[in-house]
């Protein structure tokens, strides 16, 4: 049973930079499609970013060139990290691996 923790969400102004970082445990925590997605009030859940146990990543457009995903397989973490962020980021933020989702951490972008 793998069990996924974010952290790393919260509020900040737009143009602003956040971390989110998720760790994984049990199972094989290290092997596997890992990722991001999100959820804003009334909209359904989307893929924000992907990367594989060989670190190839996929992005949504819509955040393409502004957030950059990574994983460390040894400490069986992925990170989020988002540069420029918009009011339309605001979301709550899930890791994500092959059949297991994190518990979600909110991301709010507001002045």
């Known amino acids: 049973q793998v069990q996924l923790v974010e952290s790393g969400g919260g509020l900040v102004q737009p143009g602003g930079s956040l971390r989110l970082s998720c760790a994984a445990s049990g199972g094989i925590a290290s092997v596997g499609i890992m990722g991001w997605y999100r959820q804003a009030p009334g909209k359904s859940r989307e893929m924000v970013a992907l990367?594989?146990?060989?670190?190839?990543?996929t992005y949504a457009s819509s955040v393409k060139d502004r957030f950059t995903i990574s994983r460390d397989n040894v400490k069986n973490m992925v990170y989020l990290q988002m540069n420029s962020l918009k009011p339309e980021d605001t979301a709550v933020y899930y890791c994500?691996?092959?059949?297991?989702w994190g518990q979600g951490t909110q991301v709010t972008v507001s002045s």
């Open positions: 994500f691996k092959t059949g297991y």
């Open positions: 990367i594989t146990t060989s670190h190839t990543t």
